[in-house]
């Protein structure tokens, strides 16, 4: 099924976890949705759920090289992009 916030974004890298999922965009932007109650979608504890893939912050100022979930924590390899 198309999502519909990813379709300008090609992605690269999908990761699943127990009830949240990871995309890495051919941009490297990270982005997250499913269940945040443990903070593994890299947002706010505030925000439960996150409903839509979500930019993660974090993130966003790094470049994003693989990604990795597992049932209640998400594993991110990222450097910085002055290097």
């Not at 965009?25 to 996150?50: D, I, K, P, Y």
């Not at 930019?55 to 209640?72: H, N, P």
Request: with cysteine.
């Amino acid at each position: 099924e198309l999502v519909r916030s990813l379709r300008s974004t090609k992605t690269m890298h999908v990761a699943c976890g127990r009830n949240h999922s990871m995309f890495v965009a051919f941009n490297h932007l990270l982005f997250a949705t499913g269940s945040n109650t443990h903070g593994q979608c890299g947002q706010e504890l505030a925000f439960r759920q996150v409903l839509t893939p979500t930019v993660v912050e974090y993130f966003r100022e790094k470049l994003t090289l693989d990604v990795s979930c597992g049932a209640l924590h998400t594993f991110v390899i990222a450097t910085s992009m002055s290097n």
